[in-house]
């Protein structure tokens, strides 16, 4: 299993993600963004999968990073500004 974090362009956004995580059983957690990523809502969700893509993608995604140890590389970010 792989971790990863999301930054979101709203809150709304990461708690629907999380709300997403968990109809599709998906281990999920929200926490304040590390200091080392920025974000627009300074909230993010950390959740592991085999893929960056848990299969619902949403609009207020804004960024997706996996952890590799301490360091984080930007595997999806997307082209909106919401």
Known sequence: MNQFIVTFFSQYGAVQFLKQARIHKIPCRLAPVPRVLSSS?????????????????MKDLESVYK???PTFDLV????EQS
């Open 76 to 79: 999806y970010e997307s082209d």
């Open 67 to 69: 952890a590799s140890g």
């Open 41 to 57: 809502c300074g909230t993010c969700a950390h959740y592991s999968c085999l893929d960056w893509d848990p299969g619902f993608v």
